[in-house]
């Protein structure tokens, strides 16, 4: 069974080395990139990024890259819609040489094209704002003028009425002749100019004030707003902006009032002081503006086209540049031998896959034409082989809950496949209820019937999470409705599916208007065949009776899956071939954890099965058994009685337990011990401890040899490569540790203590079952008692009203707070059942994730945004 | 209906179910996964179902109301006309 792919244990994985000729080096590895089976190790781990083969070709394609992200920007900044990658599944295969040329090619001359194009659109889109700016202008500044020519006389005294203005003093004198005409007075006959232009609006407030102080009030401004927002080009956003003249005094003045107002970002445009001539200007601005925006229609239609005409086929490409990309990289992991124009390559491989691989290179052997073979060998090695559970659609949320926690070691038994069960299970215990778990497994089942397009659509991370664990949520729903009905509740209601074990038992006199608390009586000789008997429901002593139920359950549930756990240890001593673990560790183990809380367990069930009343004793304590257990051992008090002999067997047990401790703490430490010095009496040396590292081990080659063999660890190798071939690197850093008695001994302690004081608190733990099975309960029954049982008082047109609008309350709430929340900590504490209590008992972890070349696993990383 | 010999029954149910889905389960890659994932909700779903049978199968105590109708006797109210 180990040999077969399952989820049980990682699948065999086999060192396997590569001989590519170099001209199909590229076609090579990207059919094993569509293959995925393989993990590349990096042979030149001492070469930078930059000293490697293959990095002029990984910066062409990675400009390549840059120019298709350069399109995919521009093609979303114009919302042009792009074909979805899901419409290329045909495109995918390894494309040749020339392609990868013509498309990097065809990017270069588009890019050069779309970005010329850009710029002409932008320079155009750029004096296209300038013009309406200046149009804007010329209509408010012609308001200004008429106002202003209105106002001369007031402009010239509001600046005369101060003495510490005397600027315009000699203006006066000039104009005073002129002042007679009045309206037709010019302000160039008055010597004031003026600047006309355009600035953001919340520019205004500052370019007023230093205009002000800068001028020392020397000025006369004139402003307005401009109704519609006018686009930057540059940032393609709105501005609002506000028309501004401004007259002053001197040429010099004005010089300076154009450097304030450019300074400050502001626009200025020339404005004819002339009403006729400033008509003829805006005539020519709208002209102008006109055919400017015929020109950039045009433009933009092209650019529209060219864009729409890429994004066609901007997927395709992007997938093979990434492709293309990948492949060089992993070609740099290649050592490449000069002499025979090979590369050699090392990789991990599944060991059942291993015939696949070689049908491939021979395909591509065959395509390229090449007499050479691609030679694939086998290496034998001490070197840890990667952890690789092949998981498939079903089982990945499970086996993702695992290794989220920690990888497993190479071939140690993989709780991810009992999780399947336990997982979902547990949770249900806390999240028992019919009707939530039917809404899950519905919620669940639509989300696997919708699989494709749910997939290929944006998710959020929230339900993107609750996507990815669809089937952990299908699992959990089923088991929860199972559970449900064991607690006999349905939306906190109770169900009635058999008759009652209970009959009410009412008294002669009974009035239903008075009620006193009626007793049940038991129908005789008949147990509620399924679940949770429904009188228990909404009886004033429920919880006296559910809660001793569910957490005896919980302590029953616990033991089973603690015991389940430890049992897996014991498979794992097996396959590693270390009895000294099942005697040293597992048994013990097993015995002291039997010894207390096993027989808890079946006091537990022994009690249950007796008939107490029946046989006229009072029923014991079974607490109090357990304290005076260890308290007072052989002696039993009349409340902890369970049946005769009882004093003796629990003396038994606990010196059992007990004497099992020195055991666990000293066996395994003392056994390895004695085992080394053995080895080393005969003359065995730690490989580790020579000085030269024969990386690959050699079975023909006697271990004796220690450290006086060859020189060279390669030589060993080199005899069954046939003729010599180049190992590239040492498998160097061997993993044999070096034995200290010490160090083993403080890991026993830490494990011997660990593991006692776990056996306690790991079943405590498990008492959460219970407490959140009942918060659950009781929160949905208040539930419903606030909402819908509420609108069930009112009578008539009304109560129809009144529970519509109940119903929707307490239907939201349900979904939010009883499904979704209560289900998210019910599952927490799942995790946490799962990652403490249970893999404590067995999980060996420190391996190291199989991680294989694969395009669709790289495409599915990098091409999430292309959705 | 339901007694003692309940228990030995789904003993026997839950046995033959182990051993069906054992042998029953399909060939191929994912048959650890199937007799995994059978046999463990199997005995997972018979021991919750088991324990809450032997809670009540000798009952130390009874149910109590206090604020009962005598139309409650044969369980909860059926639908009326009413409705």
């Given at each position: 069974?180990?040999?077969?792919?399952?989820?049980?244990?990682?699948?065999?994985?086999?060192?396997?080395?590569?001989?590519?000729?170099?001209?199909?080096?590229?076609?090579?590895?990207?059919?094993?990139?569509?293959?995925?089976?393989?993990?590349?190790?990096?042979?030149?781990?001492?070469?930078?990024?930059?000293?490697?083969?293959?990095?002029?070709?990984?910066?062409?394609?990675?400009?390549?890259?840059?120019?298709?992200?350069?399109?995919?920007?521009?093609?979303?900044?114009?919302?042009?819609?792009?074909?979805?990658?899901?419409?290329?599944?045909?495109?995918?295969?390894?494309?040749?040489?020339?392609?990868?040329?013509?498309?990097?090619?065809?990017?270069?001359?588009?890019?050069?094209?779309?970005?010329?194009?850009?710029?002409?659109?932008?320079?155009?889109?750029?004096?296209?704002?300038?013009?309406?700016?200046?149009?804007?202008?010329?209509?408010?500044?012609?308001?200004?003028f008429d106002?202003a020519r209105?106002?001369t006389?007031?402009i010239r005294?509001?600046?005369?009425?101060?003495?510490?203005?005397?600027?315009?003093?000699?203006v006066?004198?000039q104009a005073?002749g002129a002042s007679?005409g009045g309206q037709q007075q010019s302000f160039s006959v008055m010597n004031i100019g003026f600047?006309?232009?355009?600035?953001?609006?919340?520019?205004?407030?500052?370019?007023?004030?230093?205009?002000?102080?800068?001028?020392?009030?020397?000025?006369?401004?004139?402003?307005?707003?401009?109704?519609?927002?006018?686009?930057?080009?540059?940032?393609?956003?709105?501005?609002?902006?506000?028309?501004?003249?401004?007259f002053?005094?001197?040429?010099?003045?004005?010089?300076?009032?154009?450097?304030?107002?450019?300074?400050?970002?502001?626009?200025?445009?020339?404005?004819d002081e002339n009403s006729e001539l400033r008509?003829?200007?805006?005539?020519?601005?709208?002209?102008?503006?006109?055919?400017?925006?015929?020109?950039?229609?045009?433009?933009?239609?092209?650019?529209?086209?060219?864009?729409?005409?890429?994004?066609?086929?901007?997927?395709?490409?992007?997938?093979?540049?990434?492709?293309?990309?990948?492949?060089?990289?992993?070609?740099?992991?290649?050592?490449?031998?000069?002499?025979?124009?090979?590369?050699?390559?090392?990789?991990?491989?599944?060991?059942?896959?291993?015939?696949?691989?070689?049908?491939?290179?021979?395909?591509?052997?065959?395509?390229?034409?090449?007499?050479?073979?691609?030679?694939?060998?086998?290496?034998?090695?001490?070197?840890?082989?990667?952890?690789?559970?092949?998981?498939?659609?079903?089982?990945?949320?499970?086996?993702?809950?695992?290794?989220?926690?920690?990888?497993?070691?190479?071939?140690?038994?993989?709780?991810?496949?009992?999780?399947?069960?336990?997982?979902?299970?547990?949770?249900?215990?806390?999240?028992?209820?019919?009707?939530?778990?039917?809404?899950?497994?519905?919620?669940?089942?639509?989300?696997?019937?919708?699989?494709?397009?749910?997939?290929?659509?944006?998710?959020?991370?929230?339900?993107?999470?609750?996507?990815?664990?669809?089937?952990?949520?299908?699992?959990?729903?089923?088991?929860?409705?199972?559970?449900?009905?064991?607690?006999?509740?349905?939306?906190?209601?109770?169900?009635?599916?058999?008759?009652?074990?209970?009959?009410?038992?009412?008294?002669?006199?009974?009035?239903?208007?008075?009620?006193?608390?009626?007793?049940?009586?038991?129908?005789?000789?008949?147990?509620?065949?399924?679940?949770?008997?429904?009188?228990?429901?909404?009886?004033?002593?429920?919880?006296?009776?559910?809660?001793?139920?569910?957490?005896?359950?919980?302590?029953?549930?616990?033991?089973?899956?603690?015991?389940?756990?430890?049992?897996?240890?014991?498979?794992?001593?097996?396959?590693?071939?270390?009895?000294?673990?099942?005697?040293?560790?597992?048994?013990?183990?097993?015995?002291?954890?039997?010894?207390?809380?096993?027989?808890?367990?079946?006091?537990?069930?022994?009690?249950?099965?007796?008939?107490?009343?029946?046989?006229?004793?009072?029923?014991?304590?079974?607490?109090?058994?357990?304290?005076?257990?260890?308290?007072?051992?052989?002696?039993?008090?009349?409340?902890?009685?369970?049946?005769?002999?009882?004093?003796?067997?629990?003396?038994?047990?606990?010196?059992?337990?007990?004497?099992?401790?020195?055991?666990?703490?000293?066996?395994?430490?003392?056994?390895?011990?004695?085992?080394?010095?053995?080895?080393?009496?005969?003359?065995?040396?730690?490989?580790?401890?020579?000085?030269?590292?024969?990386?690959?081990?050699?079975?023909?080659?006697?271990?004796?040899?220690?450290?006086?063999?060859?020189?060279?660890?390669?030589?060993?190798?080199?005899?069954?490569?046939?003729?010599?071939?180049?190992?590239?690197?040492?498998?160097?850093?061997?993993?044999?540790?070096?034995?200290?008695?010490?160090?083993?001994?403080?890991?026993?302690?830490?494990?011997?203590?660990?593991?006692?004081?776990?056996?306690?608190?790991?079943?405590?733990?498990?008492?959460?079952?219970?407490?959140?099975?009942?918060?659950?309960?009781?929160?949905?029954?208040?539930?419903?008692?606030?909402?819908?049982?509420?609108?069930?008082?009112?009578?008539?047109?009304?109560?129809?009203?009144?529970?519509?609008?109940?119903?929707?309350?307490?239907?939201?709430?349900?979904?939010?707070?009883?499904?979704?929340?209560?289900?998210?900590?019910?599952?927490?504490?799942?995790?946490?059942?799962?990652?403490?209590?249970?893999?404590?008992?067995?999980?060996?972890?420190?391996?190291?994730?199989?991680?294989?070349?694969?395009?669709?696993?790289?495409?599915?990383?990098?091409?999430?945004?292309?959705? | 209906?339901?007694?003692?010999?309940?228990?030995?029954?789904?003993?026997?149910?839950?046995?033959?179910?182990?051993?069906?889905?054992?042998?029953?389960?399909?060939?191929?890659?994912?048959?650890?996964?199937?007799?995994?994932?059978?046999?463990?909700?199997?005995?997972?779903?018979?021991?919750?179902?088991?324990?809450?049978?032997?809670?009540?199968?000798?009952?130390?105590?009874?149910?109590?109301?206090?604020?009962?109708?005598?139309?409650?006797?044969?369980?909860?109210?059926?639908?009326?006309?009413?409705?």
């Amino acid at each position: 069974m180990a040999k077969k792919e399952s989820l049980f244990r990682s699948a065999d994985m086999t060192l396997t080395q590569l001989y590519v000729a170099n001209e199909i080096g590229r076609e090579v590895v990207s059919a094993l990139g569509e293959l995925g089976a393989m993990q590349f190790r990096d042979l030149n781990p001492n070469t930078t990024a930059f000293q490697r083969t293959f990095t002029q070709e990984i910066r062409r394609l990675d400009n390549v890259e840059r120019q298709l992200n350069y399109f995919r920007t521009q093609i979303e900044k114009n919302g042009i819609e792009m074909r979805p990658i899901y419409e290329f599944s045909n495109t995918m295969a390894a494309p040749t040489a020339t392609e990868i040329d013509e498309l990097a090619d065809r990017s270069q001359s588009l890019e050069q094209r779309i970005q010329s194009l850009n710029e002409s659109y932008e320079t155009l889109k750029k004096r296209e704002s300038e013009l309406t700016e200046w149009r804007w202008v010329l209509r408010e500044a012609g308001g200004f003028f008429d106002r202003a020519r209105g106002q001369t006389e007031e402009i010239r005294q509001s600046l005369e009425s101060t003495d510490d203005a005397p600027l315009l003093r000699d203006v006066e004198q000039q104009a005073n002749g002129a002042s007679e005409g009045g309206q037709q007075q010019s302000f160039s006959v008055m010597n004031i100019g003026f600047v006309a232009g355009v600035i953001p609006r919340e520019r205004m407030g500052a370019f007023e004030r230093i205009l002000w102080r800068t001028l020392r009030g020397n000025l006369y401004m004139n402003q307005s707003e401009i109704a519609d927002p006018i686009i930057d080009p540059e940032k393609n956003e709105e501005v609002n902006k506000n028309v501004f003249v401004i007259f002053a005094h001197g040429k010099e003045i004005i010089a300076k009032i154009r450097k304030i107002s450019e300074s400050l970002g502001a626009d200025i445009y020339s404005v004819d002081e002339n009403s006729e001539l400033r008509r003829d200007q805006i005539h020519e601005v709208n002209s102008r503006l006109q055919d400017l925006s015929n020109v950039l229609g045009n433009t933009k239609r092209t650019l529209d086209a060219e864009l729409t005409q890429i994004g066609r086929s901007l997927a395709a490409w992007l997938i093979v540049v990434k492709k293309e990309k990948s492949v060089y990289q992993t070609l740099n992991r290649f050592s490449y031998d000069p002499a025979r124009k090979t590369l050699v390559a090392e990789a991990w491989c599944p060991t059942n896959m291993l015939g696949l691989v070689k049908s491939t290179l021979q395909d591509v052997n065959e395509r390229a034409g090449l007499s050479v073979p691609t030679i694939v060998n086998q290496i034998k090695t001490t070197k840890t082989p990667p952890t690789y559970n092949k998981t498939n659609r079903f089982t990945l949320g499970f086996q993702t809950i695992i290794d989220a926690y920690g990888t497993a070691k190479y071939q140690e038994v993989n709780p991810g496949l009992p999780t399947i069960v336990t997982f979902p299970f547990l949770f249900a215990v806390m999240f028992g209820d019919f009707g939530h778990g039917a809404i899950m497994t519905m919620a669940a089942a639509a989300m696997i019937y919708w699989e494709k397009p749910l997939q290929r659509g944006k998710q959020d991370e929230l339900f993107g999470m609750a996507f990815y664990g669809r089937y952990i949520m299908l699992m959990m729903g089923i088991y929860s409705m199972y559970t449900g009905i064991i607690y006999c509740d349905a939306f906190s209601k109770e169900l009635s599916l058999f008759p009652s074990m209970w009959q009410w038992d009412f008294p002669d006199n009974y009035n239903p208007d008075d009620p006193t608390t009626v007793k049940a009586t038991r129908v005789e000789g008949y147990t509620y065949p399924f679940g949770l008997d429904w009188r228990w429901h909404d009886a004033s002593n429920d919880l006296l009776f559910s809660n001793s139920y569910k957490m005896k359950l919980s302590i029953l549930l616990g033991w089973a899956h603690m015991t389940y756990s430890l049992c897996l240890s014991y498979i794992n001593a097996r396959f590693f071939k270390t009895p000294i673990d099942i005697w040293g560790n597992f048994i013990p183990g097993m015995i002291f954890f039997q010894g207390i809380f096993g027989y808890l367990v079946f006091a537990i069930i022994f009690k249950w099965s007796t008939d107490w009343y029946a046989i006229g004793e009072n029923p014991p304590s079974l607490l109090n058994m357990l304290i005076y257990m260890f308290l007072q051992p052989g002696t039993i008090s009349d409340d902890v009685r369970l049946y005769s002999g009882q004093g003796g067997v629990q003396v038994v047990l606990v010196l059992l337990a007990v004497s099992m401790v020195p055991v666990m703490l000293f066996l395994k430490p003392f056994y390895l011990r004695y085992e080394h010095n053995k080895a080393r009496a005969q003359g065995y040396r730690g490989i580790g401890e020579t000085t030269t590292v024969s990386a690959l081990e050699d079975d023909d080659e006697p271990r004796t040899s220690g450290g006086d063999g060859q020189p060279n660890g390669r030589a060993s190798f080199e005899s069954d490569m046939d003729g010599g071939a180049v190992i590239t690197q040492a498998l160097g850093d061997s993993e044999h540790e070096e034995f200290e008695f010490s160090e083993v001994m403080i890991h026993q302690v830490i494990h011997t203590i660990e593991f006692c004081l776990n056996c306690v608190s790991h079943t405590a733990s498990y008492l959460r079952l219970w407490a959140l099975s009942l918060a659950h309960q009781q929160l949905s029954k208040v539930l419903w008692d606030m909402t819908l049982n509420n609108a069930f008082g009112f009578d008539g047109p009304l109560g129809i009203f009144m529970i519509f609008c109940f119903f929707a309350v307490w239907f939201a709430l349900t979904i939010a707070v009883l499904v979704v929340m209560e289900g998210t900590s019910a599952m927490l504490h799942s995790l946490r059942l799962h990652w403490v209590e249970a893999m404590s008992k067995h999980f060996i972890g420190d391996g190291v994730t199989f991680e294989p070349f694969s395009f669709k696993i790289m495409l599915e990383d990098e091409m999430t945004e292309l959705k | 209906m339901a007694n003692g010999w309940s228990l030995l029954v789904s003993i026997l149910f839950i046995a033959v179910f182990c051993g069906v889905s054992w042998f029953a389960s399909p060939k191929g890659e994912n048959q650890t996964i199937w007799r995994s994932t059978l046999i463990l909700s199997a005995f997972a779903c018979w021991l919750m179902w088991i324990i809450t049978f032997l809670a009540q199968w000798h009952p130390l105590i009874v149910p109590e109301r206090d604020n009962l109708r005598p139309q409650y006797q044969n369980g909860p109210v059926k639908p009326t006309r009413r409705f």
